[in-house]
């Protein structure tokens, strides 16, 4: 295929010529890769099984992994599902548009290269203006995983996307970095309590303000709750990751010592400044700011061409879970001995 073209689009007023352009890629069976809050998805008319197969051949995907459905508000969810029940709708109600996926018992309607032939179809409202305006001027549902390559880290940026994508999608529209910088949080609300299938932007504790008990899918012993979609290696740089549970320094050091060139996610402030071999990016040690930054961080240690990357691990509590299962999925555990 060739080139990929990119537009440049307003983030908070896309141009409505683009966006036009954009549903009409779609509304023929095209892919079309947009923003989100969360990441860049790669989107396709989640009605039409030959343009979601599309989607999955883009990103060397397997064909077990589920793909979430968006579209432009609540009332369009009964397009795709045959209940919603009260307590998703008080979800609903609570953080849509947002970067909260909801999974519910798909219609027959929905394909199966969506679901995965899985009983249920995951839902998200996304709150960009760029993937609401394209809702809105397709009108139609999309089916939209992260614009990635399978495996690979997912693209905050457009150069993100391009560098996995060119060449195998018809259109990419470029509005700048996303803002949360992390997937969404999926939950599985048909299950008693509701099971968090991947932690993302909106917590567990915000999910139990609004519903009562959420379970980690950890605690739950229901195989559902294993997601098609969960496998182990995911959201992984090219450059091998490992973590560690203080803040870093003494493995970092080492690595230099035996000749390798280091990358260094920080938790917070240090003296120590970037030099020959040794590149530090300075993570904020409050939660939502230190999301907007991981991708960005982890796909310019891929662009320095690193040997390894070192990342302190954040505090093991609530707030932090999605960025410790993102860490966790990057890389392994270093201990020192
Ligand atoms: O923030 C996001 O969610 C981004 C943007 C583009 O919306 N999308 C995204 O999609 O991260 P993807 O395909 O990279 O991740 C979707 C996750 C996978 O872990 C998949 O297994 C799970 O959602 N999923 C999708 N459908 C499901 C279903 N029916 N049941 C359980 N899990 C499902
Ligand atoms: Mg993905």
Redesign the pocket.
Known sequence: MKATPVLVVDADAPDPEILSEAAAILCRGGLVAFP???????GANALDASAVARIFAAKG?PAT????V?VADADDVSRLVTDFPARARRLAEAFWPG?L?L?LP?RAEVPDV???G?P???V?V?AHPV?QGLLRASGLPIA?????RSTCL?PTRAAHVMRGLDGRIDLLLDAGPTR?G???T?L?VMQDPPVL??P?PIDRRRLEAIIGPVARRAESTSP?AR????MER?YAPRTPLEYVADDGRERVESLRGAGHRVGWLTFGPTTIRSSAGLTIFEMPSEPVAYAARLYDALHAFDDAGLDHIVAALPPEEDCWLAIHDRLKRAGSRHDLD
């Open positions: 989100t809050e969360t990441v860049y998805g790669l995907r992994n589920p793909v979430i968006h970067p996926t999974v798909r969506v679901t995965a899985g249920t179809v995951a998200r996304p993937a939209a995983p992260s614009a990635n997912s949360a992390l997937e969404s999926v599985d299938l991947r993302g559902i997601s098609p979609g969960m995911h």
